[in-house]
């Protein structure tokens, strides 16, 4: 089955900096990428996602990279905000069941003022 | 307005005991979900279900079990309820059952403390 591992599990950096939160997959027929961020006491809420047929998005503050051959992507977060704190889990997944949606142990970043 | 809504937010319940969770989507989906979130933090599928198919992930007890009265609703009920069971329980939900991966959205959680 899919395995997602997620780095660094922490992260802290100044307010206006950017940040980068990498994962990695293991089964190649992955073909769904999204980024879920989780706020103190919240349920998780996507925040950008990339498909397989597409190598980067981007989205104001916020862009995704995809290596298919690799088998990874990363979250770039820009002028990064104290709001941007929380916990960021990147996950993979290939069928519409779920059964194989596998998330990465999560990743919280903290934004110092 | 909310889209995946869950009720209780809070259980605090003794072990040995019999629980339910409710969830309720208004988003017209045709999937919905129940995950485990421990204290690590790691998310972990439970179930996936749509108006065809429940598929169980493997390694959850058969004391959990989903009843989904309509399409718009999943509810989760556990038996026998152990200390181990303490975690946050989230449901999500996501379209396009038979196609291809999309977006699950998630409800705001169950935090449910065993004793």
Redesign the interface.
Known sequence: GENVEQHPSTLSVQEGDSAVIKCTYSDSASNYFPWYKQELGKGPQLIIDIRSNVGEKKDQRIAVTLNKTAKHFSLHITETQPEDSAVYFCAASWDNYGQNFVFGPGTRLSVLP | DTA?SQTPKYLVTQMGNDKSIKCEQNLGHD?M?WYKQDS??????MF?Y?NK?L?I?ETVPNRFSPKSPDKAHLNLHINSLELGDSAVY?C?S?H??????????????TRLTVL
């Open positions: 995946v999937t979900y690590k933090k790691f998310l972990k599928i996936s749509n198919e598929i992930n989230f999500a996501s396009l059952a038979g196609g291809p991966s999309d977006t699950q959205y998630f409800g705001p959680g």
